[in-house]
């Protein structure tokens, strides 16, 4: 899924740190790494936030409810998922193809 998240790392109900802009975003259990880097070891509480949910965050900032409620942690696939995906479309076309051949 590419796009553009926001990285909300909280507790409390405070936002701790904001990490805006972050390109094809992969969650790998505390770790999120995106186009241009990552974010290591995370070990606080933490949401992936669409860009268009959130725009903007300030250190001790509250929490919106809602941002909680947008988490796309889970929507986002792996690049091992992704590449087992492509890998299944591509067996499936080929057995595909197999079926159309004439049998010899």
Do not use: C
């Not at 701790?16 to 259990?29: C, H, I, N, S, T």
């Not at 936030?49 to 796309?72: H, M, N």
């Amino acid at each position: 899924m590419a796009g553009m998240y926001n990285l909300i790392i909280h507790e409390n109900g405070k936002v701790l740190q904001f990490f805006k802009g972050l390109w094809d975003a992969e969650v790998d259990g505390n770790t999120v790494r995106h186009r241009y880097g990552e974010v290591k070891n995370i070990k606080k509480d933490f949401v992936l936030v669409s860009d268009a949910e959130v725009y903007e965050a300030a250190a001790g900032q509250d929490i919106d409810p809602r941002w909680l409620t947008k988490d796309e942690k889970q929507n986002i696939k792996t690049k091992e998922i992704k590449l087992e995906d492509r890998l299944k479309a591509i067996e499936n076309r080929l057995a595909k193809i197999e079926q159309k051949l004439p049998r010899a």
